[in-house]
DNA sequence: CGGCATCCTCTTTGATACTG
DNA sequence: CAGTATCAAAGAGGATGCCG
């Protein structure tokens, strides 16, 4: 933990979670809420155990994440995210919607975890009539299935894993189905690109883009 | 340039911005539009020349940075951001936010810039009463001064620099500026902890916190 | 097996010196 | 002014070992 050593909030900031992998250890904690340490390390592709550990203890130690024993069940320790751990999401939110486009870029030769794409689906894609009644898409993105179900305040839930009833799944690449919950294609143009809808596809008119946050006017 | 070679919006992005000094170079070009090497170098303490040259190249070939020759009267090489550079200022502006409690626990060991205020205070403070004629105010913080703006829409402009005429001026302890500006303290508080102002007081009720960012109803 | 600690190699960083 | 060159120190990545 090496420190810039100014007086600025972005420095200050950059101090503590700037450290290689730190940000995407909180991604992996705000996509599950709870996580072992080896559902971290299955997370996060690459890191090294030991540099897995280090930033652990730093983040213990800055406040941010919580270690916990886990009840006996599973007798195992837990970590999760501090309340102010968790005010990292719009940062987090910000540099995902910067990165998004970088995604078309991508060669095909990096690592995909399918729960990844939790957190875009909650953080991007949001309910367009919340009045009506709540409805589930199943994604399958290749890998463990993440469920996306309305809430009924506008925005979306996601959980990893199947569900019992799901209105409507979507098989295919991450990126054309979050492009199609955000209307960015159409269906059309979403199956060219190897999207498989089953179920109504009326559900899809549930979703549409969250913008990104604005200014009070 | 490292990669962590995940499909995913937040690794991608922090694979191009991620690295450290990264941030804080964007930091210097959102504050003064267009730098020269020597204002980056003395805008970055601690930083070192290699790594400068070499970040700026990555910057560069990221198509985040563009490296113009200046004209004649500089006959130097100036870097501005690109537009797709700009649009890292959400980013800079969460982690700011988000860092913003950390400037409470300075040690008094920090470096600190007085144009780095500028930042802030174009992201936090807005004019609270934006058809009231112009204002204009100096804030003193220590070395040079910097000129504070309202400019009609609610937003508020920032200059590097003295001003003709200010309406105002306030010395003393760069973050309790910042918090009277968004009027965390009260000015008899501000006066406390080291602030003056000189001038009309009644400008002060110009401006306010700016609240962060939401997301629309 | 989950949760690290150790050891080793390689890369990146930081400090300083030097050049067109 | 705007970098490049050099080199020691710190950090990252990979493999493996240990302990409940």
């Not at 450290?19 to 690459?46: A, F």
């Not at 159409?186 to 946050?213: C, E, N």
Request: glycine share 8%; charged share 25%.
């Amino acid at each position: 933990m090496r420190s810039y050593g100014q007086l600025c909030a972005l420095a200050k900031a950059l101090d503590l979670v700037g450290d290689r992998w730190t940000l995407l250890i909180v991604r992996e904690l705000l996509i599950r809420e709870t996580c072992r340490y080896t559902d971290l390390r299955s997370g996060l592709p690459g890191i090294a155990t030991n540099l897995l550990a280090e930033r652990l203890d730093e983040l213990v130690e800055a406040g941010l994440v919580s270690r916990e024993a886990a009840p006996p069940p599973i007798a195992t320790t837990v970590y999760r995210l501090t309340d102010r751990g968790r005010q990292l999401e719009p940062v987090v939110e910000a540099l995902g919607r910067w990165g998004a486009p970088l995604l078309a870029t991508a060669t095909g030769k990096e690592a995909f975890l399918s729960h990844w794409l939790a957190l875009p689906a909650r953080l991007y894609v949001r309910d367009t009539t919340p009045k009506a009644p709540s409805v589930r898409v199943e994604l399958r993105p290749g890998g463990e299935p993440i469920t996306l179900e309305t809430v009924g305040d506008g925005s979306v839930r996601t959980r990893i894993g199947a569900t019992g009833h799901a209105d409507a799944t979507l098989e295919g690449p991450p990126q054309v189905v979050l492009h199609l919950l955000t209307r960015k294609v159409t269906l059309s143009a979403a199956r060219k690109r190897g999207v498989r809808l089953h179920g109504d596809p009326k559900v899809l008119r549930r979703f549409g883009p969250k913008p990104a946050a604005q200014a009070p006017a």
